[in-house]
């Protein structure tokens, strides 16, 4: 027994330790280490005890059962896979930028509500979901989630689903590319290390195709070296004047540049542009992410901000609202994140070896996107919070000068000064900082601290500050490139139910017809993000998250119908609390969104101020003439109208799911759609 | 001369590499091909790149899009 036990209950009390030094060190700051330490305890006792409890006598893995890469193997889609490789591969897939963006945002509370989500969230219902639907989806042949929703639901949810999911494709994409519009405005290091990606993605895209066919590895070095000089080059542009002033973009500007990039990159030919980048970003998100945890490591820095700040009751400057249920919602990805019921239901359950390997591979790979996360919060949190709230306001709050910033965050009970401010920003080689909200440029100014500490010190904050914008920038555009075709096929598909005809995605028409309205959809978002005067990350992000969060909850719901049909209902709990959890928090937060009297928070409050504003003749800050009033005005309806639809979709899969599992809940017998392994044995 | 470990592990790390791409191993392809369909010729290794290629972000291609 204590041979057993004993090393597991040495991690449970070091983890006790260090999340209690954690959560009890009000006024003092602490060490970053110790809020890793807790993370990784946290992690070890959940794998090795709840996972397993799923994987034994929820799931009923077994070894022994074919998996579809054996019963279907064709060298390709279907193979059985070394679990090591594969896990690589699941999480490269669901490892994108909104574990690091999320806890950033939410640092705006201080660090401790943010990490206890973080390890809460990802125990319980975010490696749950991704383990759970992947071992559904293997039991099925490996079907994506809307098909298993179809099958096991019906076709009515199964429509309302994909629906659903490609309204939140949508919102993804604007949001991602919002984030890199606020990264790369006024700032033409960024903008010429980031632009210099796709000649160096084109060239490559040539040599694979061309020169040296096949060769990934060869190429990706290659590559790597090549975006290196860009980013030296960066600092070489923005130092020289004239090409300085080449490469200073607007936000407005750069929105209409990444929508006319979307539209055509969407169209080339996959091998010249998509490929070779997704193998750069790919390579350089495993390598930066890799580098930050070994960063944190050697430097252990001090966490600045607070446990908690006084914004927990809601009114902080990043985004608007109380710490239920905002809080569950701003951070999405890294503590459960719907999106990977998809990554889960798509390539990876026709890989899985072996059925037992999904727990490693679904669980576990979770766990390490949670770790991600805890790093980016680690990150936001070791940053003067001074720095931190002057990076992330709304121009509206902090003003456009840092003599306006200073006073504004000084009030906010952070204490700082214009020379603060500047010296910030001339020291990771930009002209300004103030207002760069979305997360991105927030992380790598952490990120600088960090690797600049272990290597070239001050001197190199620029050179680090810039890579780590092109590495999430890198793979913000490819995920750009990769969605608005996903988004395509998807639109094709949907409006294929109506006109079959739509259905031909070698036809032109169809093609141009679909790319065009789905980069137009994103695209809307993107220029209302990038021209509203109140900011657009406060208001894109709570949507993104919000719909991401219902996608997780949907994707449980489903899961809990299932384990009735598989007459496993006193486990249920394990799918049902955190459905039931995500459910109260998405539909109270959408509530908030749609209903709150404070024009702050609610859409339809903050549209209704301003159209009143403009009947009485008025003006309100900080719209500068009619037409911005009026932009307002539609945003908050629109906004509006789109967190309506999402709870639309989440109520009516709800009604359908507990239809469904009532009726499974009657039915004796096992009706879940796989093939039962009980019913196999009692027939045999 | 290299321990099979080691081997093993460069091998792991090399197909973990290219499975991130989605591009599975192609001398399993071909082993898998000799052995059930051994009257069909299989994809030379550059046709077997480009169809995965196409497979990851091509029609239906659900692989290629990444996570938020």
């Known amino acids: 027994m204590l041979k057993k036990y004993g090393v597991w209950a040495l991690v449970a009390l070091l983890g006790a330790l260090a999340l209690g030094v954690v959560a009890t060190s009000q006024g003092e700051r602490i060490n970053a280490l110790w ?44 193979v059985p896979t070394n679990k090591y490789v594969l896990f690589g591969h699941h999480f490269a897939a669901i490892a994108g930028a909104g574990p690091l963006v999320g806890p950033v945002l939410a640092a705006q509370l201080g660090y401790l509500p943010g990490i206890l989500w973080i390890l809460v969230g990802a125990v319980l219902a975010g490696a749950v979901q991704d383990f759970v639907v992947l071992v559904l989806s293997m039991r099925r042949e490996g079907r994506s989630l809307g ?93 020289t004047p004239a090409l300085a002033a080449a490469f200073t973009f607007t936000e407005v500007q750069l929105c209409w540049l990444l929508i006319g990039y979307g539209a055509i990159a969407s169209v080339l030919p996959v091998w010249l542009l998509l490929a070779p980048r997704d193998y750069l970003s790919t390579f350089i998100k495993i390598g930066a992410i890799a580098l930050l945890a070994l960063g944190v490591m050697i430097v252990r820095p001090t966490l600045e901000m607070p446990a908690l700040t006084r914004f927990i009751d809601g009114g902080g400057p990043v985004w ?84 306006s910033a200073a006073a504004a965050v000084t009030s906010m009970g952070f204490a700082t000064t214009p020379d603060v401010i500047t010296q910030t920003a001339a020291d990771i080689g930009e002209t300004t900082i103030i207002s760069r909200a979305g997360g991105a440029p927030t992380l790598a100014v952490g990120m600088a601290h960090i690797f600049s500490n272990v ?14 914008i092109l590495f999430e920038a890198l793979f913000i555009l490819t995920a750009i490139d990769a969605g608005t075709r996903a988004g395509r096929f998807m639109l094709q598909d949907l409006i294929g139910v109506a006109i079959p005809k739509f259905r031909q995605t070698s036809a032109l028409g169809p093609n141009l017809i679909a790319t065009g ?29 919000l719909s991401n969060q219902m996608l997780a909850g949907i994707a449980l719901t489903f899961a809990t119908v299932v384990i009735f049909k598989m007459k496993r209902e006193r486990f249920a709990y394990v799918t049902l609390v955190p459905a039931l959890w995500l459910f109260v928090c998405t539909i109270t937060a959408a509530m908030m969104k749609l209903f ?25 800050a900080p719209a500068k003439n009619v037409a911005e009033m009026n932009k307002i005005v539609m945003n908050g309806w629109i906004d509006a109208g789109l967190c309506a639809f999402f709870v639309l979709v989440s109520v009516s899969i709800s009604i359908f799911a507990i239809r469904a599992a009532v009726l499974a809940h009657r039915n004796k017998n096992w009706s879940a759609r796989e093939y039962s392994p009980v019913l196999e044995a009692e027939a045999g | 001369m290299m321990s099979s470990n080691m081997r093993g592990l460069l091998r792991c790390l090399c197909d973990g590499g290219r499975l991130m791409v989605g591009v599975p191993n192609y001398e399993v392809y071909v082993q898998h091909m000799g052995q059930r369909h051994p009257e069909r010729q ?23 899009f990444r996570c938020c």
């Open chain 1, 596 to 620: 709150s009297p404070d024009p702050g928070l609610g859409f339809i409050a903050q549209a209704r101020k301003y159209s009143a504003a403009m009947d009485a003749g008025q003006l309100l």
């Open chain 1, 320 to 403: 608007a609202g109380p710490v239920f249920p905002f809080l569950f919602i701003t951070i999405a990805c890294g503590a459960v994140s719907g999106f990977h019921a998809l990554i889960s239901s798509g390539t990876t359950p026709k890989l899985l070896n072996n059925e037992g390997d999904a727990r490693f591979i679904g669980y576990g790979a979770m766990l390490m996107e949670s770790f991600v996360a805890v790093m980016a919060l680690v990150a936001a949190s070791i940053l003067d919070p001074a720095v931190y709230f002057t990076m992330n306001s709304p121009a509206a709050v902090v003003g456009t000068t840092a003599e």
């Open chain 1, 147 to 239: 098909e298993l929703i179809r099958e096991e639901l019906g076709m009515i949810p199964g429509l309302i689903a994909q629906i659903g999911t490609f309204a939140i494709m949508v919102i993804i994409l604007a949001v991602l590319a919002l984030i890199v519009v606020k990264a790369l405005a006024h700032s033409p290091w960024g903008a010429a290390t980031v632009g210099a990606t796709i000649p160096i993605a084109l060239g490559m895209g040539i040599y694979t195709r061309y020169l040296r066919p096949g060769k990934i590895g060869e190429v990706s070095v290659i590559g790597f070296v090549l975006l290196m000089i860009a980013v030296m080059g960066g600092r070489w542009v923005a130092e």
């Open chain 2, 42 to 64: 299989p994809m030379n290794v550059i046709e077997f790149a480009r169809d995965r290629q196409n497979a990851r972000f091509g029609q239906g291609g659900r692989g290629g």
């Open chain 1, 35 to 78: 809020m890793v330490t807790a993370a990784v305890c946290v992690y070890l006792i959940a794998y090795r005890f709840y996972s397993r409890f799923i994987a034994n006598r929820v799931m009923k893995l077994d070894g022994a059962r074919p998996t579809p890469a054996h019963t279907h193997t064709d060298g390709l889609d279907y």
């Open chain 1, 455 to 468: 290597a070239g010190g001050k001197a190199w904050m620029g050179f680090w500050y810039h890579f780590a």
């Open chain 1, 517 to 545: 309205l789905c980069v137009s959809a994103w695209g809307y978002f993107l220029y209302q993000g990038a021209t509203d005067p109140l900011g657009g990350v406060n208001t894109l992000w709570p949507l993104f998250a």
